[in-house]
């Protein structure tokens, strides 16, 4: 059963476009919700998180936008640009004792010069 | 650099074998965690350790099993190796005292099963 739903599996975007990401996720009890990014042949990175008591997050280019009652998230990249091409994986948690994260399938970006 | 080490990088056995994978954590880590992650899927949550004892599991059968020592590195058991092993084995570090309880991952150990 999968907990994290994540869509597209893959985006191609211009230079300057905005790639938005969408996830959904079926269990209440997560209350902390981070988003990776993963170069090929790297492991994941934490781009930027937020709580269910907040709707929006914004660090630079990136926001997420979270939707408690649909039970959505998304990234948006805005201004994306060819160093962003990349893989990125949604991500929910209960924090608190063994912290388990569960994600996505993960999104390929190819940004095109 | 995330400072979390892994080793091997690559690695190829075939099927009814045993693999063993080293992770060195963050300085200050005393949490490590063990993902899989097949070709084009999410990490797949393994197991994690606290303090040298097993700290939750994910949906892995007994054949996978680890190990941490006291200086926090570890170590991810694999036995009777199945073609379906074949995966990025992903370790992370954390700190059980961080507020955002990020996970900070290697560069992970590729492992093709024969």
């Known amino acids: 059963q999968q907990q994290v739903k994540q869509s597209p599996q893959s985006l191609i975007v211009q230079k300057g476009g905005i790639s938005i990401i969408n996830c959904a996720y079926e269990n209440t009890a997560f209350d902390y919700f981070p988003w990776y990014q993963q170069f090929p042949g790297k492991g994941p990175a934490l781009l930027i998180a937020i709580r269910p008591d907040v709707s929006e997050k914004k660090e630079g280019r990136f926001t997420i936008s979270f939707n408690k009652s649909a039970k959505q998230f998304s990234l948006h990249i805005m201004d994306s640009q060819p160093g962003d091409s990349a893989t990125y994986f949604c991500a929910a948690v209960v924090q608190g004792g063994s912290e388990k994260l569960v994600f996505g399938k993960g999104m390929k970006l190819t940004v095109n010069p | 650099e995330t400072g979390v080490t892994q080793s091997p990088t690559h690695l190829i056995k075939t099927r009814g074998q045993q693999v063993t994978l080293r992770c060195s954590s963050q300085s200050g880590h005393n949490t490590v965690s063990w993902y899989q992650q097949a070709l084009g899927q999410g990490p797949q949550f393994i197991f994690q350790y606290y303090r040298e004892e097993e700290n939750g599991r994910g949906n892995f059968p007994p054949r996978f099993s680890g190990l941490q020592f006291p200086n926090y590195s570890s170590e991810l058991n694999v036995n009777a190796l199945e073609l379906d092993d074949s995966a990025l084995y992903l370790c992370?570090?954390?700190?059980?005292?961080?507020?955002?309880?990020?996970?900070?991952f290697g560069e992970g150990s590729r492992l093709t099963v024969l």
């Open positions: 992370a570090s954390s700190s059980q005292t961080s507020i955002t309880g990020e996970l900070f």
